[in-house]
Nanobody, 125 residues
Framework: QVQLVESGGGLVQAGGSLRLSCAAPGRTFSGYVMGWFRQAPGKEREFVASISWSGVSTTYADSVKGRFTISRDNAKNTLYLQMNSLEPEETAGYYC??????????????????WGQGTQVTVSP
């Protein structure tokens, strides 16, 4: 069963930008919090950003504040992550997730029930 499908990853030079998309085929994820996580080789999967159902409430990891923007279009069942001023250390697989997540726990992997397979982002120096 396909849950979420990420797209938009690729190769960019340091300082460049990418916009990732996450589609939910055949499912609206109505009322669900959605988020982005990333995992680099040799590291644990880490929280990047999350957004409430309404889109009003957003949360970001300190490392990406001011550079990344999370958004969603519920009519299209699509989640986005606009990434600007990318750095080489942000090279990773990027994963989208969805779940009925408490507001104070949106940075925790275990609170998300649905995941995509990931899209690779590579930032060259």
């Amino acid at each position: 069963q396909v849950q979420l499908v990420e797209s938009g990853g690729g190769l960019v030079q340091a300082g460049g930008s990418l916009r990732l998309s996450c589609a939910a085929p055949g499912r609206t994820f109505s009322g669900y919090v959605m988020g982005w996580f990333r995992q680099a080789p040799g590291k644990e999967r880490e929280f990047v950003a999350s957004i409430s159902w309404s889109g009003v409430s957003t949360t970001y990891a300190d490392s990406v504040k001011g550079r990344f923007t999370i958004s969603r279009d519920n009519a299209k069942n699509t989640l986005y992550l606009q990434m600007n001023s990318l750095e080489p250390e942000e090279t990773a697989g990027y994963y989208c997730a969805a779940g009925n997540v408490p507001a104070k726990q949106r940075n925790l992997r275990a609170r998300y029930d649905y995941w995509g397979q990931g899209t690779q982002v590579t930032v060259s120096p």
